[in-house]
Nanobody, 123 residues
Framework: QVQLVESGGGLVQAGGSLRLSCAAS????????MGWFRQAPGKEREFVAA????????GYADSTKGRFTISRDNAKNTVYLQMNSLKPEATAVYYC????????????????WGQGTQVTVSS
């Protein structure tokens, strides 16, 4: 079992930045690929970004590429999501997720989830 706790959400104006953090506990963090997903009101949960267990490979949704950056610190058992140039459509609950194994894909294989952190981007 892996326990995940997100932090760093909040209210920000369009064009601003936020950095989300996800602290993991319970198992060997560097054996897990990590991902960020989000769910906006009335919409299905969608993939945002993910990173391999070593941090050497990353993947992004088209909507976040170039503005969001995922990273991890295996010494701190933490994964981060730096979000820049935020747009109102980024408003959602952001979830951290983990999957056992080296690769960040496939994105439907994530089976450990945090409780989520709210991000609100005002226009």
């Amino acid at each position: 079992q892996v326990q995940l706790v997100e932090s760093g959400g909040g209210l920000v104006q369009a064009g601003g930045s936020l950095r989300l953090s996800c602290a993991a506990s319970g198992r060997t963090f560097n054996e897990y690929a990590m991902g960020w997903f989000r769910q906006a009101p009335g919409k299905e949960r969608e993939f945002v970004a993910a990173i391999s267990w070593s941090g050497g490979s990353t993947g992004y949704a088209d909507s976040t590429k170039g503005r969001f950056t995922i990273s991890r610190d295996n010494a701190k058992n933490t994964v981060y999501l730096q979000m820049n140039s935020l747009k109102p459509e980024a408003t959602a609950v952001y979830y951290c997720a983990a999957k056992y194994g080296r690769n960040w894909y496939p994105i439907n294989a994530y089976d450990y989830w945090g409780q989520g952190t709210q991000v609100t981007v005002s226009s």
